[in-house]
C-alpha cells in the first residue's frame, strides 16, 4: 500500500523518469540503436513495416518495448481496479492527429521520449526537436484555453478493452514465430512478417529484455500518470510541474546512464539516426507536439490508455501505424541524410489541418454544451 501510495503521489512521475532514463539506454548497450532505447514513434513505424504497412527495408521489426508497455499498463490497470473501457471522443479526429503526429515525429527522427533521451546521449539536435515540441504544445494550450473538446468518453463493452492487449499478444506471437518465415537469396524476409536485415530495424535488444522492460515502464506509468507532453501542457496551464518532474528525472538518470555506459557523445553532426537540418527538427515537433496536446497525451501515454481499456487512445495509436504508412509510402520521413523531398509539405499540410481542428471543434463542443 505504501509503494501504492509512493506511485501515485507527488514522487510518482519522478520515480517512472528515473526508470525510463536508465533502462533507456541499457537497451541502447544492448543492442537498440544509439539514442533509441525507446521511442513510441519510431517503434510504432518498425512495428508498422515488419506488417508490411511500408517496405522501408531498414525500419521493420516488431518492438517488444511496445507490447510489454501496453500489457504492463493492463495488468497494472486491471490489479488496481481502473480498468475502464470506454470510446466515443472524437474518434476519428484521433485518427488523424495519431497520423499527423507520427508524420511530424518521423520528421525529426523521434518521439518526445526519444527528443529528451537524444539530449542525454549529447545529441544538441535534440533542442531543436524540443524547441519545436514546447511551440506546439502552446499552440495546443492555446485551443484548450478558448474550450477546445473532442467531447466526453463513454463506458464501452468490456470486450472493447481487450483489444489493444489482444493484438500486443499477437504481436508478440508472431514475434516469436517470425524466424519460421522464408527469406529470399539475399536473406530478405518475403513476410507475411518483415524484419530488417541492416540498418536501425536490424538493430535490437534482446527480446525477453526489451519486454520486461517495457512491462516494468507501462506498469509504472500507468500509476504515476506519467506523460512527456501533458507535463509541458499542465506547467503552462495550471503551474503544476507535477509531471514535469519526471521529464527533469528521466534526462539527469540518462544522462548519467549514458556516462557511465560510455554512450555520451555531445554535437551536432554524426548522431545516430538523427539529422542537422534545424529548421524541419523544430517544425517537424510542432505538428508533433500539436497533435499530441490535441489528442491528450504523448505517444506512451496514448499506449497507456489503451491498455486502460480507453478506445480512443487505441484509435491514435492504429492513426500513428497510419501516419507511418504516409512517411514511408510518400517520402516524407526524414533520415539521417536528411528530410525526405515531400518532409516540409506534409509538416506544413498537417499543421494546417490540426489548426483547423483546434478551431472547429472548439466550436463543436461549444454548440453540445461540453
Known amino acids: 500500500m505504501r509503494m501504492k501510495r509512493i506511485l501515485t503521489g507527488r514522487w510518482g512521475p519522478i520515480i517512472a523518469g528515473i526508470v525510463v532514463g536508465v533502462l533507456a539506454p541499457i537497451l541502447v548497450f544492448a543492442g537498440n540503436p544509439g539514442n533509441m532505447g525507446i521511442c513510441v514513434a519510431c517503434f510504432a513505424r518498425d512495428i508498422a513495416g515488419a506488417l508490411g504497412l511500408h517496405r522501408a527495408g531498414v525500419v521493420q521489426y516488431i518492438r517488444p518495448e511496445i507490447i510489454g508497455i501496453v500489457l504492463g499498463s493492463f495488468a497494472s490497470a486491471m490489479a488496481f481496479r481502473e480498468f475502464r473501457p470506454r470510446t466515443g471522443s472524437g474518434t476519428i479526429v484521433r485518427f488523424f492527429l495519431g497520423m499527423f503526429a507520427m508524420i511530424g515525429a518521423l520528421v525529426f527522427l523521434g518521439c518526445p521520449w526519444r527528443a529528451y533521451l537524444r539530449l542525454a546521449g549529447g545529441d ?115 503551474r503544476s510541474s507535477y509531471l514535469f518532474n519526471g521529464i527533469v528525472a528521466l534526462i539527469l538518470a540518462a544522462f548519467v546512464t549514458n556516462l557511465i555506459l560510455g554512450q555520451f557523445h555531445a554535437g551536432f553532426a554524426d548522431q545516430p539516426v538523427a539529422h542537422t537540418n534545424q529548421l524541419w527538427n523544430t517544425l517537424g515537433m510542432v505538428l508533433a507536439g500539436l497533435a499530441f496536446t490535441l489528442a491528450g497525451g504523448c505517444p506512451g501515454r496514448q499506449l497507456i490508455m489503451s491498455g486502460e481499456g480507453d478506445g480512443d487512445s487505441g484509435i491514435f495509436v492504429l492513426g500513428m501505424l497510419a501516419g507511418a504508412f504516409v512517411a514511408h509510402t510518400f517520402s516524407t520521413a526524414s533520415s539521417a541524410k536528411g528530410v525526405a523531398a515531400f518532409g516540409p509539405w506534409a509538416v506544413v499540410v498537417g499543421l494546417v489541418i490540426c489548426i483547423i481542428i483546434g478551431f472547429t471543434m472548439r466550436e463543436r463542443a461549444r454548440s453540445v454544451g461540453k
Do not use: H, Y
Open 124 to 238: 544538441g539536435n535534440a533542442l531543436f526537436g524540443i524547441l519545436g515540441l514546447v511551440v506546439g504544445i502552446s499552440v495546443g494550450v492555446f485551443f484548450l484555453k478558448k474550450g477546445f473538446s473532442l467531447g466526453r468518453s463513454r463506458p464501452a463493452p468490456k470486450a472493447m478493452g481487450w483489444i489493444m492487449p489482444v493484438l500486443m499478444v499477437v504481436l508478440l506471437i508472431l514475434l516469436l514465430v517470425a524466424p519460421m518465415f522464408g527469406r529470399d537469396a539475399d536473406g530478405n524476409a518475403v513476410g507475411p512478417i518483415f524484419f530488417s536485415v541492416e540498418g536501425p530495424g536490424s538493430q535490437a535488444a534482446p527480446i525477453v529484455l526489451a519486454l520486461a522492460v517495457g512491462l516494468v515502464i507501462g506498469v509504472l506509468a500507468q500509476r504515476s500518470r506519467f506523460c512527456t507532453v501533458g507535463a509541458i501542457r499542465d506547467l503552462m496551464l495550471a
